[in-house]
């Protein structure tokens, strides 16, 4: 009877590892179909919900990263750069960006309903509106003389549209 106790043991534990290693193999090739790998894999394996996801609650996953990082983006824009802004032209120039990652924030959020829908071609459509909105901003900069583009901002750019191109890789292969 000792034994039983054991026995069940180790095979709910054999099955929970199984369980792992299959989804860490799910997330990889997933991750596999993006452009960015390290990143998709690093965001994936971070985020508790990932071991029981499948391809299409990945991809909502990393929208959700997305989301988080544009609404971040904008807040710090909103807060740090706009408060230390002295020059009229520049505080609008920053609030008209900050406004834009609200808008890719806002985005990625019906990215997410679309991918609960299975709506993919109007989840990619949210996406690359989401991917878009940054260069939105660096736009909006090259329009003000004078204004020169922070490098913050653009670190934050490049790090949303990293993203995005996840989130687009793996509706690619939910679209297969």
Not at 22 to 51: F, G, H, M, Q, W
Not at 64 to 91: D, Q
Not at 119 to 143: E, K, S
């Amino acid at each position: 009877m000792a034994s039983s106790p054991i026995f069940l043991l180790l095979l709910t534990l054999s099955s929970t590892l199984l369980s792992v290693a299959s989804n860490t193999t799910t997330i990889e090739s997933t991750c596999k179909t993006t452009n960015y790998y390290d990143l998709c894999v690093s965001a994936l394996k971070s985020d508790p919900r990932s071991p029981t996801a499948d391809t299409k609650g990945l991809a909502a996953i990393m929208a959700s990263v997305g989301m988080t990082n544009a609404t971040a983006t904008a807040s710090y824009i909103a807060k740090n750069l706009t408060a230390t802004a002295n020059n009229t032209v520049l505080k609008k120039v920053l609030k008209d960006c900050s406004d834009k990652y609200t808008l890719a924030a806002d985005s990625l959020r019906l990215t997410i309903q679309d991918l609960d829908d299975e709506a993919y071609d109007y989840a990619y459509m949210h996406v690359l509106a989401a991917q878009d909105y940054p260069n939105v901003c660096r736009n909006i900069f090259r329009r003000a003389k004078g204004l020169v583009y922070p490098a913050e901002i653009s670190r934050c750019e490049v790090s949303l549209r990293s993203i995005c191109g996840v989130v687009s890789g793996i509706l690619d292969r939910l679209a297969e």
